[in-house]
Structures are given as structure tokens and as C-alpha cells.
């Protein structure tokens, strides 16, 4: 045992300056020891990384190297901002986010208040399960069951609906722009509802009985009840997942947009994911779609920030 | 488990216990949201064991008709699906197991208040988290570090997620009392054997839950081998089952020649859609109870 022969025994030591020091290295080298394996992992796999991002300022070809490649300042910038693809890929990314932000913000919060003034409690755990179940699915099995129920011809949806006679044609959800959008962003929504409401029904539960049994006796409804305790009450947790979510207007997701993609939509699928893969990876543009990776994570870091001091401002304890 | 559902279980109408038409709008509109979750994977298991008469009828819905299982024995013949998913658990369990060492490794330093220096490891770890470098400087990363082509490129770069090491770390602060440490320490306990007999044993459910993050993370993503596996060996079933399933016309779907097909594409693509969604489907139900509060906990403050 190591620490056994330590002066003081007590964890709070005494001492100044060097004894002090070496003291501490004394007791808690292993803490340091343990941190050396996470740290080599960041600086290995992603530190390293990191100075790759100066051929967003290089005349950048694969096949020259760095070596035979020649500083350009931040003529790729001025070139990306005159480039109508990504200018497309910017719009699109920014609307659609804006769109899941929208849409899919307060739907978990609705299925938390609903799961949490549902009365029969056996019910509440299986359906808790089953909601939660989507999460854990990738995007290649969501769009394939988009696939199977929202096709115009052998899709589940349509078929009901045409045999119901309802319908004429089969709805194109997932051929027309306008209406694949829709399946885009609903398919998110369904996706997370269940697993976003976790988090509210947490905060929830932190809210004192006693708020809800004075809102009774002075004869509050249960919709006055849900306004004035249940939502002041979970408050802070929707602030702090707005910002979070607010940080997110410059992301892009490649697996959800490709797993959705198709000829016909190519027009609002094409976002910065898809503008970084095809002028990158496959089309050999590297100093672009580095450049353009380096836009989304500069804006998306300085949104967080922002969104940290904000949250702190509000009081909330920020996020870092 | 109790917290989250505790609320309901105690009427907070004082007496008044009976159940009222709004109540009844609550369970009907859940009930629904419950449909939409469970009936497409019902149509979906239905087709994939149903006759291609029926199904080329648009007869099926939500039971299977003429059930047989040829789709199932053309997936087991071609092998290519049963062989990615035996890869990808390889993969995957490696994946989980190497996350999980550098993520306690990480938390349990970082979730003690003596360590010195503990906010500049916390915001070196944490920096990654919120700046990325993009894929390319990555990709020429990696192909320095001789990663691409290789399965480590799948392992070995995601494996330790600094959130999931905020989740534990906010886990340990929260619910192990300083106190315990102490009482080790003056038992003259190392910080290994704390980390060994306090500390883990106190935070299965943390371990559960991050787990099972790891492993559904890895199960799932499939944007990775795209970037950076060319050799079809090489690549996780996901990616597989996007080449086959999606292929842009959504209608493409390719097993060997060798494997003599006789189901239609619409009944084949069922049976792959299920038989790859069945091991999270199966291992499902007995880790949910699991990982509810663990989340809660890590989350809350997280």
C-alpha cells in the first residue's frame, strides 16, 4: 500500500510549495497515469488531425502532397462564396436544420407532459419502451422503413389509403420534393421523440408534489396545472436544450441524407454533407471541402460558446 | 427505475381517483405514437415470410400470408449478410470494450476534485467534442497512421467519446460521496484500488448505459466505412444493407447469383431490413430497464 507511509494521512495536505507539490504527485500519480490513455487518444486521433486544416489555405492536390502544394491565403474562401453548389448546400443545410429545430424541438417535450399526466403506470413503462425503441435504429433502417410504408405504389401508407379510396395515386412522400421534406424531417422527429422526452420527464421528476397538490386546492385544471407547475417547473432544461440544439444550424448529417437521398430531391438533399463527400473524398477537391469543414466547425464552435455565456447569463450553469 | 415513473403511480388528485375523458385522450394519443412505431416493423416481418404472390397483390399487411422462409435461406446462402454481421459484432464488441477502459480511465480523474490540473485535462478532452477537423483532414490522418483499409480505421478513431466520458464523469460527481474515498484513503487504498473496489462497483448502471451507447453507436454507423474502406471484406453490415436497400433507386436490391433467388426484391429487402435490425430487436427489451436512469443521472447536469 503506497499511501500508508504518507504524511499527513489526512486527503487534505499540508505543506508549501515544492513539499506541497510533491506531495500531491505522491498521492495522485495514478490519476495521471490513468489520463495518459484518453489524452494519447485525443491527441492521436484527433489533435493530429488538426493540421491538416491548412490546405483550406493551400492550393491542395492529393496526388502533390503538402509539399507540392503552395499557400493561397483565403482564396478558397473567396472562391467557396462565389461557388453556387455550396452556396445550395449552405441553404439547403441551414433551412432544413432550421426546419428539425422547429419541428422536432417541441414534440418531446408534448410526449413527456402527456407521459407524465397518463395514468395507467403499466401502460406508461411498456409504452415508455416502445417509444424509445426508434433511437437505437440506424438511418439505413429508418429510410427503409420509410421505404416500405411511404412508397407510391407498394407502400403500406398508400396502399391503405388507395384501398380505402382515398386517394387515386400513390402519394409520392419520397419522390417530390416538397412532400419528401416532410418525410425527411417527420422520420427525425419520430426518431427522437421518445428518447428527447427522457430528458423532460427527468426534470419532471424533480418538481415538489406539494407545487401540484396546492395548484389542486385552489382548483386548478389539469391544463391550468401542466401551465403554471409543470412547465415552469422543466424550464430550465428546454433553455438549455434549445441553445444546444441552436448550436447545431451549421451540422450535417451524411448517413440521414443519404440514406434519404434519391434523383428526384436532389435539389433539397444536397447539403453541406453531401457537398463535402462528393467535391472531397470523391471528387479529389480537397483544399474545398476542407475549407468548407472548417466553416461548419468554426461556426458551429463559436455558436456553443455563445450559447454557453448565454446560459450562464440565464443563470442555467452552462453546458461546458 | 422508480423515480420516472413514480409520479403517476400515486393519484395526485387527493380521493378523486376515477379516470377521466382526458385521461382516456392521453392513453389514446400515446397508443397511437406506440402504433407507429411497432406497426411498420410488423408489415415489414410480415412481408419479409410471406409468399411474392401476396405480396406482388399488395395483399400484405400487418400478417403474413402463404408464410414460408426462402427469403431467410437466399440471405443465409449468399452469406454475404451473415458474414458482415458476424464482422460487425467483432467490431463492435472490440469498439465497446476499448471505449469503455479509456472512458473510465478519463472520468474517474477528471470526477475527482483533488486532482490538480483537473478543468485543463477536462477542456482538452472536451475541446474535441465541439471542434472537428472534417473529414479530410482526418482522412490524410489516418492514411498516415496506415488506418485506412484496415478494420481499426472503424475502432479505434471513435472509441472514446469525450460526451459519453461527460455523462460518467457528471455520473461519479453526483452519486459517489467523497466520503467513501476518504474512508479508502485512510485504509491506505491507491487511487487504482479506489477506481477498482469503490468506484466501479458503485457505478454499474453508468457502465450499463455507456455501454450499450458504445455498442448501439457502432452497430449503426455506417458514414465511416464509406470514407474511409474500399475492400468490401472490410465493411460493417449497415453499410452493407445501405449498398443493397437504399442504392439510390430504392429498388436495387443485389444478393450473389449463386445464391438463387426465388423471393421478389420487395419480399428479399423486407427479410434484410429484418435481419438486420433483429439483434438490437432482440437485445432490446432486456436493456431498456437498464439504461433509463443511468441517463437521467449523467444527463440532467450533463
Redesign the interface.
Known sequence: MRTKNLQPANPLLEGKGMAKFKNRLARDWQLYVLLLLPLAFVFIFKYAAYPGLRIAFMNYKPARGYAGSTWVGFDIFRKIFRDADFLRALKNSMMFNFLDLIVGFPVPIILALLLNELRFPRFKKLSQTILYLPHFLSWVIIASVAYQVFRPDTGLLNIVLKNAGLIENGIPFLTEKNHWAATYLLMAVWQNMGWGSIIYLAAMTGISPELYEAATVDGASRLRRIWHVTLPGIKATMVTLLILNLGRIMGSNFERLSAFGNVNVREYQYQLAVYIYEKGLAGGNFSNATAVGLIQSFVGFLLVLSADRFAKGLGEGGLI | MS????????P???GLNR?RV??VI??I???I??A???L??L??AS?SISSNTAVLA?SV?LLPKQVNFDAYASIFRDGQLTYSMGYSIVVTLLFTLIGM???I??A???S?S???GRRV?SL???F?L????????????FKQ?GLINTMWVLI??L??S?YN?LIMRTYLESTIPESL??AA??D?????QM?SRVTLPLSKPILATLSLFYA?GR?????DA??FITRKALQPI?YL??NM??S???DAISLAEGAAVTSTP?VL??AT?MF??LP?LLI??FI?KHF?KG??VG???G
Open positions: 423515480s420516472i415513473y413514480s409520479k403517476a403511480e400515486k395526485r388528485q387527493g379516470v382526458s385521461d392521453i392513453a394519443i400515446i397508443l405514437l406506440c407507429t412505431c411497432i411498420p416493423f408489415h415489414i412481408k399488395k399487411y477502459v479509456v472512458t480511465c478519463a474517474y480523474p477528471l475527482r483533488l486532482l490538480k485535462f482538452i478532452i472536451l474535441t465541439y471542434f472537428n477537423a472534417g473529414i479530410i483532414p482526418e482522412y490524410l490522418l497512421l479505434l478513431p472509441s472514446f469525450p466520458m474515498y476518504e484513503y485512510l491506505g487504498a491507491s487511487h487504482f477506481l448501439v452497430w449503426n454507423a455506417y458514414a464509406r470514407y449497415q444493407l445501405s436497400v437504399l439510390s433507386g430504392a420487395e429487402q423486407a431490413v438486420a435490425t438490437i432490446y427489451p431498456q433509463v441517463v437521467m444527463a440532467v447536469k
